[in-house]
């Protein structure tokens, strides 16, 4: 539902969503970097739009998961490129 009503098919708020999910299990931690980036790529790679911030994938989110998740996703990503981990 998320990607199809986001107006630049970004799959962002999923991306974003099992990012964050993933980072909350006991040994997250490990691969956060890594999968960050590897995740980010494979999203960009498979052709999805890029997030615009229209929120439109929040309104119609069937268990409510908040646009803040991509920002989350953005912060890691943008870490772990810079730090080169």
């Known amino acids: ?7 630049n098919a970004s799959a962002s708020l999923f991306t974003g969503a ?3 999910h993933l980072n909350k299990l006991p040994q997250g931690e ?10 980010v790529e494979q ?5 999805f739009g890029d997030c615009s911030n ?9 268990v409510g998961i908040s646009i803040s998740a991509i920002a989350e996703m953005r912060k890691d990503y943008m870490k772990a490129v810079v730090s080169g981990e």
């Open 30 to 39: 490990v691969e956060r970097s890594n999968r960050v980036v590897a995740m």
């Open 43 to 47: 999203m960009e790679e498979e052709g």
């Open 18 to 20: 099992k990012i964050a």
């Open 54 to 62: 229209f929120a439109e994938c929040e309104a119609v989110c069937p």
């Open 1 to 7: 539902a998320c990607v199809a009503a986001c107006p």
